[in-house]
C-alpha cells in the first residue's frame, strides 16, 4: 500500500512524471528528468536526486557514474499534482552530461531576422573526463 503522500501525486500513463531540478541557491533551472513512484520514495528517503532514466528503463541515481550528485533540500508539487520540483544542491556543480552546470544551455538568439540557438555556458569539464 501507497503512502498518503505518495497516493497524492498524480503520475501519467507511463507511471511517470516530470521532475525539474532548480538549485537551491541561485533558482537556476538545472535539468528536468523523470520520475516514478519508487524513484521519489527513494529521493525521500536518502535525500539525493533519483529519476526514472526512460532510455535503460532503470533507476538513475544522478551522479552514479559522474559523482555529481544532487543533495535535495526541498520537494514541491504543483496545483494539479502532476509536477514535481526539487530544490537541490549539485555536488561538483555540474548538472549536464555535456559538462556544463545545467541542461539549459543554449538561447534562442534572433540574428539578421533569423532565429538561432547560441550555447552561453561554457563546459566546466570535459563531458570524456566525467565518466572515465
Request: contains cysteine; negative net charge.
Amino acid at each position: 500500500m501507497q503512502p498518503d503522500w505518495l497516493a497524492h501525486v498524480h503520475f501519467d500513463e507511463q507511471g511517470l512524471i516530470p521532475a525539474i531540478a532548480q538549485d537551491a541557491d541561485t533558482g537556476r533551472i538545472l535539468m528536468v528528468a523523470w520520475m516514478n513512484a519508487d524513484a521519489l520514495a527513494e529521493t525521500v528517503a536518502t535525500g539525493r536526486g533519483v529519476y526514472w532514466s526512460r532510455s535503460r528503463q532503470k533507476l538513475w541515481r544522478k551522479g552514479e557514474e559522474s559523482g555529481h550528485t544532487q543533495q535535495v533540500h526541498e520537494i514541491r508539487l504543483d496545483c494539479d499534482a502532476d509536477v514535481l520540483l526539487l530544490r537541490i544542491k549539485q555536488q561538483g556543480g555540474i548538472a549536464c552530461h555535456t559538462g556544463r552546470e545545467s541542461c539549459f544551455y543554449q538561447k534562442l538568439v534572433m540574428t539578421n531576422d533569423s532565429p538561432r540557438w547560441q550555447t552561453v555556458d561554457p563546459v566546466l569539464k570535459d563531458p570524456q573526463h566525467i565518466y572515465e
